[in-house]
């Protein structure tokens, strides 16, 4: 459902972040505007509830699929799925897909695209990003998608080594010294890195290389939490994906045994290890994985696996909402930005559950949902 550009009223509780809520608001020409008196005599549609800014999925595939790049289509259909969920604000966390197209679109998410994963040859899933034959090309390869994204590049960390055999398991793909540098690299032409880490191995390295995001992070130990709080890397610990682990465990049973092994232990842990994260103060953001063999839509679901794991519930909210806009440099709401957010029928801060039920999705000052 949309609506022409009509002013929008908005009223109940309008959040512009988690200390600050104003009970009146009005959207004019898309933009927002929190502080005027009521314009007298103006039509408008009536807006009721509790109203946060647009939600945020920081782990996300647009253009992908189980089988690698999906047409363009098929990528709208996707950004739509988030976006009627509430999703207005996507990093693209890696895409085979040149995905540039969606900022011509006002119907579909804003997406900060991190350009295409970046891994070894057999080393990660087949069609979903390049494949570098040799590990010093990486700077150079870290560059140009640097250049190519929105101020993101997406590196995979770790993946099984099935060279091994029976002994494969998860290995990091890049020496120490090659990964520092591509993250120099890429701070040099003003990009972040985020980089797929599931096993312990692999997170030192990211640690003393910069990085800017750990994705998954389940092999993050007790004794490096600290540093990781420290340095202000965001960690994204996608428990839907996590939730998987031991479906992936079943797989690789009899042929892959050490592997499986670890993955379970994973599993099993995956509510202990978010909390163990939140506790020791790292910054923790919201993302599904969507994309894969994930749908897309499924942000409140994520949710809901953090509060599960014993994170508050206005926490988690903060994390999918006004902290992730600022990571991302889209803030909140303030006077004059564009009118990107979310009404429910009651505070998804109580109960997170409530995002699972928005009344109005409002993007660019547009109903859309």
Same mark, same amino acid.
């Given at each position: 459902?949309?609506?022409?550009?009509?002013?929008?009223?908005?009223?109940?509780?309008?959040?512009?972040?988690?200390?600050?809520? *104003? &009970? @009146?608001?009005?959207? !004019? +020409?898309g933009r927002i505007s929190l502080l005027r008196p009521t314009p007298q005599g103006a039509a408008a549609t009536r807006l009721e509830g509790w109203v946060l800014p647009g939600l945020v999925d920081v782990h996300c595939h647009v253009g992908l699929d189980a089988g690698g790049a999906t047409d363009p289509a098929t990528a709208a259909k996707q950004a739509t799925a988030d976006r009627d969920t509430g999703v207005l604000l996507i990093r693209d966390a890696g895409s085979p897909l040149d995905t540039g197209w969606v900022a011509s679109r006002p119907d579909l998410p804003r997406?900060?695209?991190?350009?295409?994963?970046?891994?070894?040859?057999?080393?990660?899933?087949?069609?979903?990003?390049?494949?570098?034959d040799d590990v010093a090309d990486l700077p150079r390869v870290v560059r140009e998608q640097?250049?190519?994204?929105?101020?993101?590049?997406?590196? *995979? &960390? @770790?993946?099984?080594? !099935? +060279?091994?055999?029976?002994?494969?398991?998860?290995?990091?793909?890049?020496?120490?010294?090659?990964?520092?540098?591509?993250v120099a690299v890429a701070h040099a032409e003003a990009a972040r890195v985020t980089v797929h880490a599931f096993s312990e191995e692999v997170v030192a390295d990211l640690v003393a290389a910069g990085v800017d995001g750990i994705e998954h992070g389940t092999g993050i130990?007790?004794?490096?939490?600290?540093?990781i709080a420290q340095r202000g890397i965001r960690v994204t610990p996608t428990l839907l994906q996590v939730g998987q682990f031991?479906?992936?465990?079943?797989?690789?049973?009899?042929?892959?045994?050490?592997?499986?092994?670890?993955?379970?232990?994973?599993?099993?842990?995956?509510?202990?290890?978010?909390?163990?994260l939140y506790d020791?103060?790292?910054?923790?953001?919201?993302?599904?994985?969507? &994309?894969?063999?994930?749908?897309?839509?499924?942000?409140?679901?994520?949710?809901?696996?953090l509060v599960a794991a014993g994170i508050p519930a206005a926490e988690v909210v903060a994390m999918a909402t006004w902290r992730a806009r600022a990571f991302l440099g889209h803030g909140a709401m303030v006077e004059g930005s564009?009118?990107?957010?979310?009404?429910?029928?009651?505070?998804?801060?109580?109960?997170?559950?409530?995002?699972?039920?928005?009344?109005?999705?409002?993007?660019?000052?547009?109903?859309?949902?």
């Open positions: 459902m949309s609506v022409p550009h009509v002013p929008l009223h908005v009223t109940g509780h309008v959040l512009l972040d988690g200390d600050r809520e *104003v &009970g @009146d608001a009005w959207v !004019r +020409d997406l900060v695209r991190a350009g295409k994963h970046l891994a070894r040859p057999k080393r990660y899933l087949r069609g979903y990003g390049l494949e570098l640097a250049r190519a994204g929105d101020g993101w590049v997406k590196l *995979v &960390g @770790d993946w099984i080594d !099935r +060279d091994l055999g029976p002994d494969g398991d998860l290995r990091p793909l890049w020496p120490a010294d090659v990964l520092a540098e591509a130990r007790p004794d490096q939490m600290a540093e031991a479906n992936i465990a079943a797989q690789a049973d009899g042929k892959y045994p050490v592997y499986a092994a670890r993955m379970r232990r994973m599993h099993e842990r995956r509510y202990a290890q978010a909390r163990d020791a103060g790292v910054p923790l953001l919201v993302g599904t994985d969507a &994309g894969g063999t994930i749908d897309h839509g499924r942000v409140a679901n994520e949710c809901a696996e564009s009118a990107d957010f979310v009404v429910y029928p009651a505070d998804p801060r109580e109960d997170v559950e409530v995002l699972r039920h928005p009344t109005a999705v409002v993007l660019r000052g547009r109903i859309v949902a």
